[in-house]
């Protein structure tokens, strides 16, 4: 939801705009005079703010922004603040000391437009943590990420896995796309849990055809701001061909589960899934439509993003994959990698932690919103003002990372940093009300990936490329993807004896 992704090439001047617009930052800025300043930031051209100051990739600008303005700073994009932490203490504030103040989420208008068949029905659709948002989240908590029903889904998470590495094998010697082939693994093992089918092949096919497209096209309509966004005067003309074309792409989404739902609700056998109990429990297909939307779009984007990288890291450190594989010989040895596996592999945990230092799904988490106007470290924020925090930049700050920019797991080990989001140097998943309630399951389901995509295949690069060529170009909407996807040739490894 990035508050600059929509403008280039969309702003067109119009002096009426431009004169009312003046006259309502001028108005904002008046009726704060009397408390302390808003944080300090980069100037704001009249009536545009610092809309054309924004790169492609904005959490880099805001990072060499928050170099010269300090890590709590403020920009302006029309007549909206954006404030934004770039370090650990302010992320601390944002997320833990001013979580209640500040748990709003800022959803654009293509999300949030009367008619909308997402707004307040999910956890990332909800404005504020109401009664809503409490019962979803304790539908998530209770159902589906909590520890014993985590436990009890090993077995069809480690059977869709053996599935991936079946593929593979097949394919040993040609030239496959990784983040295609996780991308099914991850939407499947989802799709078994939740609906109790399988949504793809590894061809592609099967009742979610092409569902990574439309994930992806989700993505980035449903983070795009349009003028009314940034310019509230133009009423509603200007997004209604947005909303459109955004509502096109959640129904044709929909439609991969919509006869799966239509079955089960005149079915009277008994099946022990999400689908099941959210039925049984009285939700409408209404309700469960964007639940669903919401944890695969969630589920599957990060998953493919974080385990592509972690792959392409250590694909280019020849040492720590050496390192991860002597692990694995040494706790799983001949034997074929389990989940149960993972909390006897330590540097495992530690690659995956430093794959999401530097390269966070969620660089600039989602956007959070002031549900009141609060004090933050001595500077105003405002109510409805939007509030970021950068973890990009706090991953690579090195004032808080020896050789930031270095892949080095060996920093994690014995550490006691970890996923729970207690730590602010290192929160990938966020933290407070608003962190992602599927930590539990990415936890598990990454590092799983990434421990038998390594112990069971040796990984080349076509044309014989040198590992260091490799392109680590990103690019980001809601998740940070690597720019140009990682392809690679498969050849079966000889499982290493205990």
Not at 279 to 290: A, D, K, L, S, V
Request: net charge neutral; aromatic share 10%.
């Amino acid at each position: 939801m990035d508050p600059t992704k929509s403008l280039t090439g969309e702003f067109t001047p119009f002096f009426p705009l431009a004169l009312l617009s003046l006259i309502l930052v001028l108005i904002f800025r008046l009726s704060f005079s009397k408390g302390p300043p808003v944080p300090p930031g980069p100037y704001a051209w009249p009536i545009v703010g610092n809309i054309f100051e924004m790169g492609e990739l904005v959490h880099v600008t805001l990072a060499n922004l928050a170099q010269v303005h300090g890590p709590l700073m403020s920009l302006r994009f029309g007549s909206r603040l954006v404030v934004v932490g770039s370090s650990p203490a302010v992320a601390a504030e944002i997320l833990k000391s001013h979580d209640r103040s500040l748990s709003g989420r800022k959803l654009p208008l293509p999300i949030r437009f009367k008619g909308s068949k997402l707004h307040n029905l999910g956890l990332g659709f909800f404005d504020e943590c109401g009664d809503g948002w409490r019962s979803i989240r304790t539908v998530y908590r209770g159902e589906v990420f909590w520890t014993k029903a985590l436990d009890s889904q090993a077995e069809v998470r480690e059977k869709k896995v053996n599935e991936m590495v079946a593929y593979l094998e097949s394919k040993e010697g040609e030239v496959v796309k990784i983040k295609e082939v996780v991308f099914a693994t991850a939407l499947n093992i989802l799709s078994n849990i939740f609906l109790s089918v399988d949504f793809l092949d590894y061809e592609g096919k099967g009742v979610a055809e092409g569902m990574r497209g439309y994930i992806r096209r989700f993505a980035v309509k449903g983070s795009t701001d349009c003028l009314s966004d940034i310019f509230p005067v133009l009423g509603d003309w200007c997004f209604r061909g947005t909303c459109s074309k955004l509502m096109d792409v959640v129904e044709t989404i929909f439609a991969a589960w919509v006869g799966i739902l239509k079955e089960r609700r005149e079915s009277t056998t008994h099946v022990s899934d999400l689908l099941d109990f959210l039925m049984g429990n009285g939700f409408t297909n209404e309700q469960i439509n964007p639940l669903l939307l919401e944890l695969f779009s969630a589920g599957t984007d990060s998953t493919s993003a974080t385990t592509e990288w972690a792959l392409v890291e250590l694909i280019r450190n020849r040492i720590a994959m050496q390192k991860l594989r002597h692990e694995l010989a040494k706790a799983v040895g001949g034997d074929t990698v389990k989940e149960r596996n993972l909390p006897n592999l330590p540097y495992l945990e530690a690659c995956i932690k430093e794959t999401l230092r530097l390269h966070p799904p969620g660089p600039l988490l989602l956007p959070h919103r002031a549900v009141q106007t609060c004090e933050v470290m001595g500077y105003t924020i405002p109510k409805d003002s939007e509030v970021l925090v950068n973890m990009w930049a706090i991953g690579r700050d090195p004032t808080i990372w020896d050789e930031p920019m270095s892949f080095k797991p060996e920093r994690f080990l014995n550490s006691m940093v970890d996923f729970k989001g207690h730590d602010f140097k290192f929160i990938p998943f966020g933290s407070g009300r608003r962190m992602c309630p599927g930590q539990p399951l990415a936890s598990r389901v990454v590092p799983f990936l990434v421990a038998s995509l390594i112990q069971r295949f040796d990984w080349s690069l076509p044309n014989d490329m040198d590992p260091s060529q490799i392109d680590m170009s990103e690019m980001y909407d809601i998740t940070m993807q690597k720019k140009e996807t990682l392809s690679a040739l498969p050849k079966r490894r000889i499982r290493d004896v205990k």
